[in-house]
C-alpha cells in the first residue's frame, strides 16, 4: 500500500528514519500505519504490508483515534496482527470536552487538513452552533468549510448562507444537496492526493450520504456497522477513514449534537480577533466593557461595527473557557493532594505528551 495515498508527508518520514536509527534493536521489524477504523477495542490500521489489527493500548493516558499514525511490531504468528509500539506526532488534532461529569478531552480526530462543518438546511442550521466547531477547527489547526446539506429542502438557502458569512468571516460556504446533486463538484476540489477531510455535525444530517456520493456507490452501507435507532433512520456508530478513488481521504463520524469546547484560546483567538484588539485599545486595561469612559467596544457596539451577537457569543464562551479553566485547576490540586497522601510521584501533564510522541 502506498503510504503517501493516505497522507504521509515529509516530517513524518524523517521522523520514522530517526526512530529507525535510534531503536534499540533490530530483533523484531517495526511497521507504521493510519489508522482507519475504530472498533472500540481494535483498530483497523493500513500499513504498507496492506491492513493490520491493532488492539487498543491499554496505558490509559494515551488516546488513539482515528487519523493517527503509529508505530508497530508485526505479530509472529498471525500476520495480520500487529502491536502498538508509538505513536507519531499529530500535525492537528480536533477536541472537545467529553460527555459526563469528569472535566477531560475527547480526541476526536487527529491528522486532518480540512473539517467540513456540516449542518442541514431543513432544520439542523444554528449559527451559535457552527461557532463552537468553528472555534474547536481553528483550535485543531485544520481549516474550517462550511457545508451546508439537503438544499433541496429549503427554499431560502441564500439567507442562511449569508449568515454564514457574518459569522465565519473568510470561510468557504458550500450550499449541496446528495439527493440532487446541487453543490457536490464545488467541493471536489477539497479532496487531493493526501489530504484528509473529517465531517463534523449532528446525526442525520447527511455525513454517511455525502461519503457515498463523492465516491459514487453505497460503501459505508456494506462496510459500516449501522444500528437503527428510535427514529429508524441509520446512524454511524463509529469514526471510518475512507479513501477516495479520485484521491483524497473522509472521515465520516457520528453525529455530535452538542460540541462543549475543550481548552480553545487560540481557537477563540483567531475567531475574536476583532474583539481582542477592540479590547487592547479600551482606556483602561481592567475595563469590564459596560459604561467605563474610553471603552472600545461599548464604542464599536454603537457605531455597528462590532454586532451585538458576536459581542454576547464572545461573553458567554470566554465564561466557559474561564470555568473550565478553574475547574482543571481543582482537578489538578486535588489530583495533587490525593497523590502527596498516598506518596505516589505525579505524572505531570509533560509526561504524558512526551509519552504520546516520543515513547515508541
Ligand atoms: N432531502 C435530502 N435528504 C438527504 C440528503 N442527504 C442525506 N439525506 C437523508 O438524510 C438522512 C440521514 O442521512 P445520513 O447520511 O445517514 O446522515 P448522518 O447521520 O449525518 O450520516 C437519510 O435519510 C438521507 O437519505 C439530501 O441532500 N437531501
Ligand atoms: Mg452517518
Ligand atoms: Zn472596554
Not at 438557502?157 to 444537496?177: M, N, P, R, W, Y
Not at 472521515?251 to 484560546?265: H, Q, V
Not at 470555568?323 to 497523590?339: F, G, N, S, W, Y
Request: net charge negative.
Amino acid at each position: 500500500m502506498d503510504l503517501t495515498l493516505y497522507g504521509w508527508h515529509e516530517q513524518l518520514e524523517s521522523q520514522w528514519i530517526e526512530i529507525l536509527n535510534h531503536r534499540e534493536t533490530i530483533e523484531k521489524e517495526l511497521l507504521r500505519g493510519r489508522i482507519l477504523l475504530d472498533y472500540g477495542q481494535r483498530f483497523k490500521v493500513v500499513t504498507e504490508n496492506g491492513e493490520k489489527w491493532l488492539e487498543r493500548p491499554t496505558q490509559s493516558a494515551l488516546q488513539l483515534v482515528v487519523g493517527d499514525w503509529v508505530i508497530m511490531t508485526a505479530d509472529e504468528y498471525q500476520e495480520d496482527e500487529a502491536h502498538f509500539e508509538g505513536l507519531m506526532d499529530r500535525k492537528t488534532k480536533f477536541s472537545r470536552m467529553a460527555s459526563g461529569t469528569e472535566i477531560k478531552e475527547q480526541i476526536v480526530a487527529t491528522n486532518v487538513d480540512i473539517v467540513f462543518l456540516v449542518q442541514s438546511l431543513n432544520k439542523d442550521f444554528n449559527p451559535r452552533r457552527l461557532e463552537r466547531y468553528l472555534i474547536a477547527t481553528w483550535e485543531s489547526g485544520a481549516t474550517p468549510v462550511v457545508v451546508l446539506t439537503k438544499s433541496d429542502l429549503c427554499d431560502d438557502f441564500l439567507k442562511h448562507i449569508q449568515t454564514v458569512h457574518e459569522i465565519a468571516v473568510g470561510v468557504d460556504v458550500h450550499a449541496i444537496s446528495s439527493l440532487t446533486g446541487a453543490g457536490i463538484e464545488a467541493i471536489k476540489p477539497y479532496f487531493k492526493k493526501g489530504i484528509t477531510v473529517a465531517l463534523l455535525g449532528s446525526s442525520g444530517v447527511g455525513k454517511s450520504t455525502l461519503v457515498n456520493t463523492l465516491i459514487g456507490s453505497d460503501i459505508l452501507e456494506t462496510q459500516d456497522i449501522r444500528e437503527d435507532d428510535s427514529k429508524g433512520r441509520h446512524t454511524t456508530t463509529h469514526r471510518e477513514l475512507v479513501l477516495l478513488p479520485e484521491g483524497g481521504m473522509i472521515l465520516d463520524t457520528p453525529g455530535m449534537r452538542s460540541l462543549a469546547l475543550w481548552d480553545a484560546e487560540e481557537g477563540m483567538s483567531h475567531h475574536f480577533g476583532d474583539i481582542e484588539q477592540l479590547i487592547a485599545s479600551c482606556k483602561f486595561n481592567n475595563c469590564g466593557h459596560k459604561h467605563e469612559p474610553g471603552c472600545a467596544v461599548q464604542k464599536a457596539l454603537k457605531s455597528g461595527q462590532l454586532k451585538h451577537e458576536h459581542w454576547e457569543s464572545w461573553r458567554k464562551l470566554q465564561r466557559e473557557q474561564k470555568h473550565l479553566e478553574q475547574k482543571m485547576k481543582q482537578k489538578e490540586r486535588a489530583l495533587d493532594k490525593a497523590q502527596s497522601h498516598y506518596h505516589v510521584k505525579r505524572e505531570n501533564k509533560n509526561r504524558i505528551i512526551r509519552h504520546e510522541s516520543e515513547d515508541y
